[in-house]
């Protein structure tokens, strides 16, 4: 069955360097996500990405932050300079385009980002 | 901005027993998904419900869609130890074009064999 992956599994970065989150959404899907989950909370939405640009933000996603589709299969996301409260497990999603109702998402296994 | 609250936040099941928990959203959605997060693991998608007052079965899983479209519950019966997990309500408002999923706090279930 076809997954979602991302890498690295865990990085541990300084304070104030840039990190970029990799994920390779499942082949035929055309709609892509970031969220993010600091430990112990919720799940939250950062951007959603169709059409080679982003449609949707959110608070979160500010400045610091940005999103690529370098090629044709990997989907990326840049931190440009780390904060502490940076710090969780970062998830790639994606979805196929839906000729029906379904909205099915499909999350990567995530990416844990520990800033120090 | 669209919320999604859900309760309880914690679940203790002695193994056998029923248990619910309740997804709530401030405004009206266009569907509503469930997830379940195993410790350590990441969201994996158990269904979709997108009609008003929907319910769908998944063996011991019973998920309902409200008539309003703005809450929903999942209710698991005679609970087992592979229950266990983080599971997550998670709307699409109406209003939104890019499927962005708002998720509920979630609710974390222990069993107790």
């Known amino acids: 069955e076809p997954e979602v992956t991302q890498t690295p599994s865990h990085q541990v970065t300084q304070m104030g360097q840039e990190v970029i989150l990799r994920c390779v959404p499942i082949?035929?899907?055309?709609?892509f996500y970031w969220y993010r989950q600091i430990l112990g909370q919720k799940v939250e939405f950062l951007v959603s990405?169709?059409?080679?640009?982003?449609?949707?933000k959110s608070e979160i996603f500010d400045d610091q932050f940005s999103v690529e589709r370098p090629d044709g299969s990997n989907f990326t996301l840049k931190i440009r300079s780390t904060k502490l409260e940076d710090s969780a497990m970062y998830f790639c999603?994606?979805?196929?385009?839906?000729?029906?109702?379904?909205?099915?998402?499909?999350f990567g296994p995530g990416t844990r980002l520990t800033v120090t | 901005g669209q919320q999604v609250m859900q309760i309880p936040q914690y679940q203790h099941v002695q193994e056998g027993e029923d248990f619910t928990t309740y997804c709530n959203s401030s405004?009206?959605?266009?569907?509503i998904q469930w997830y379940k997060q195993r410790p350590g693991g990441h969201p994996v998608f158990l269904i979709q419900?997108?009609?008003?007052?929907e319910v769908k079965k998944q063996k011991r899983l019973t998920f309902q869609f409200g008539e309003a479209k703005k809450n929903s519950s999942l209710h698991i019966t005679a609970t087992q130890t592979t229950d266990v997990g983080t599971y997550f309500c998670?709307?699409?408002?109406?209003?939104?074009?890019?499927?962005?999923?708002?998720f509920g706090a979630g609710t974390q279930v222990v069993v107790t064999p």
């Open positions: 419900l997108v009609k008003s007052g």
């Open positions: 999603a994606s979805r196929r385009l839906a000729a029906d109702t379904s909205y099915e998402q499909y």
């Open positions: 082949s035929n899907h055309l709609y």
């Open positions: 998670a709307g699409r408002s109406i209003t939104d074009s890019w499927g962005k999923l708002q």
């Open positions: 405004t009206t959605l266009s569907n």
């Open positions: 990405f169709y059409n080679n640009e982003i449609s949707e």
